[in-house]
């Protein structure tokens, strides 16, 4: 799916629309920092709340303005929501409520998409096909369909325009990040226009149904031989780019399970979820990074069927091994372990003061460690936040953000199911044999491969290199470039010292000359005057007073 180039000029009309939404919710503030309603705002017939009828607080408005103006806004506010590390929590939270609804959209329309993708009549792929959806959302929507073999599927049908529609809105979002960005110094630590392209791509991937395609399907393999854990076949031939064809599931949403009297292991189920989810991050590095309770569906036997891959999370088999690392330092309570660990991670940077990070690690700690541990992702999430940041100016990779709020959200689940359970004694017993499979010398040669390939290339580029680097050096065009930092002030000394010496040289020179002009003896008489010597002595006098003047003049004699 294609929603770019983006040097396109924004739509006035939306503009407009934006204006006096975040107007109503009283956000002029904002506007007028930015230089917005000076601009427009005179022009419009505004709809404006008195303040007795908006009185909730900040983040709430916040989300009303993401609901009120649609579709992009509203999945810029989930996106938002796995970012606590930028909003701070209470915004996170608040917009972790955003519910992706939206009214379905005319079967014609459904109709006319399917058949332009397919490129057949729906009759020829399909012997039944329900005109209600069963799901709509605002970027596409799902019917129940029966394939001509006799299958149940779930057909994902995208919304007319909506890629036009976003690719305006994000046009429109670029274009005030950067005015926000450049009237509001405050502004410039959140760099929103790096958030704006973050979303951007995360919502290119939403638009494309090829990419949540490959995300099921690589999910299945992961857990192909888990009795426990399922996601839905993907029917490859009837699914493109704007419609996505699974195989239906029968089962009853956990949102459901926690609200009613339903009968399930609620203890079983958040086992295996919890083993599940710490597979995914663990072994594979691939998880699915939106586990609400209304994604994920349990079957006969308590089996977890996982919905919705339009967002998933990717973490490498070396920060797998250093993330474990850190569980097992965390649960042990090994505060200078984790510190150590947290700099090896490259989390610390060489601006941390590691005395204060430790304070701040230990208090944060000490808020939940108790008899047993359970909030290992409550407590990466709290190191994720915006104070702890800039107090300590650490740096966050975007994934371990993601994965914190997966794991307290993860967390939280298996509380609600049973208060008494306690995810981490599955993450202790995974975490220490994944440390216990790395000690074993089969492990590597999985890297064997990759090793011999880098060892290829060096050995093919190493040469080459060599030769290059010794033909300039012949030829004298070899460059260094130094990096030198602090010398500014060292210079300046050298300088002073320098200056002193010279002025120094100088007065000994005057004395010493006036002494010999003073022996007539010793210098060239003409005419019983030593001329000679006197006119020495007044040239270097006048070079002495020129050169203790520009040393004065310069400041560099002190």
């Keep these: 799916m294609n929603i770019g180039p983006y040097n396109n000029r924004p739509d006035m009309g939306r503009l407009r629309e934006i204006i006096r939404v975040m107007t109503k919710y009283h956000f002029g503030n904002i506007l007028e920092a930015v230089g917005l309603k000076n601009r427009l705002f005179e022009t419009l017939k505004l709809y404006i709340k008195s303040p007795e009828e908006v009185h909730e607080p900040a983040h709430v408005r916040l989300r009303l303005v993401l609901e009120e103006l649609g579709t992009t806004f509203i999945k810029l506010g989930q996106v938002l929501s796995t970012r606590a590390d930028l909003v701070g929590r209470e915004v996170a939270e608040e917009l972790a409520k955003l519910q992706d609804e939206a ?22 792929v399909f012997s039944e096909f329900q005109e209600e959806p069963v799901a709509s959302a605002s970027i596409g929507q799902v019917h129940r369909a029966r394939l001509r073999n006799g299958d149940a599927v779930a057909v994902k049908v995208q919304r007319p325009g909506i890629a036009d529609t976003v690719k305006s809105d994000i046009i429109l979002m670029k274009y005030l990040a950067k005015l926000a960005n450049d009237r509001v110094p405050g502004l410039r630590y959140y760099n929103l226009p790096g958030i704006v392209a973050e979303f951007e791509r995360a919502i290119r991937k939403e638009l494309d149904y090829h990419q949540e395609a490959n995300n099921v399907e690589r999910f299945r393999a992961m857990f192909m031989d888990d009795e426990t854990v399922y996601a839905p076949y993907v029917y490859r031939e009837y699914s493109t780019g704007r419609v996505l064809t699974m195989q239906y599931v029968d089962g009853v949403k956990l949102t459901d399970i926690l609200k009613s009297d339903i009968k399930f292991n609620a203890r079983v189920i958040a086992e295996r979820g919890a083993r599940c989810y710490f597979k995914q991050i663990f072994i594979h590095g691939f998880f699915h990074a939106d586990p609400h309770p209304g994604n994920i569906l349990v079957q006969k036997g308590n089996v977890l069927c996982f919905l919705d891959f339009g967002m998933m999370g990717h973490l490498d088999r070396s920060f797998r091994d250093r993330l474990a690392e850190l569980f097992i330092l965390l649960m042990n309570y090994d505060v200078n372990g984790i510190v150590n660990q947290l700099r090896y991670m490259n989390i610390l940077t060489e601006e941390t003061d590691l005395e204060e990070v430790k304070y701040d690690i230990i208090d944060l700690l000490d808020r939940y460690y108790g008899a047993d541990v359970r909030k290992v992702g409550e407590i990466l999430t ?34 609600r199911l049973d208060p008494r359970f306690n995810g981490l004694e599955v993450a202790w017993k995974m975490t220490h044999k994944l440390i216990r499979n790395r000690l074993n010398p089969l492990r590597n040669l999985d890297e064997v491969p990759a090793a011999i390939i880098e060892l290829e290339h060096i050995m093919n580029d190493l040469p080459r290199g060599l030769i290059s680097a010794l033909q300039k050096l012949e030829e004298g065009k070899l460059k260094m470039e130094l990096e030198h930092r602090n010398l500014d002030e060292i210079s300046v000394r050298i300088e002073r010292s320098t200056n002193r010496i010279s002025l120094a040289m100088l007065v000994s020179a005057l004395i010493i000359g006036s002494s010999l002009v003073t022996i007539p003896r010793e210098a060239l008489i003409l005419e019983k005057f030593p001329f000679l010597g006197i006119f020495g002595f007044a040239v270097s006098f006048l070079i002495a007073l020129a050169l203790i003047v520009s040393i004065i003049k310069s400041r560099r004699l002190s």
Excluded at 393 to 404: E, G, K, Q, T
């Design 103 to 124: 009214p379905p959209f005319p079967f014609e329309d459904v109709k006319r998409v399917l058949e332009s993708e397919l490129g057949v009549p729906m009759e020829e």
């Design 382 to 415: 709290e190191f994720t936040m915006p104070g702890m940041i800039r107090r300590h100016r650490i740096r966050i990779p975007r994934d371990f953000v993601l994965l914190a709020r997966v794991m307290s959200m993860a967390e939280d689940l298996g509380e």
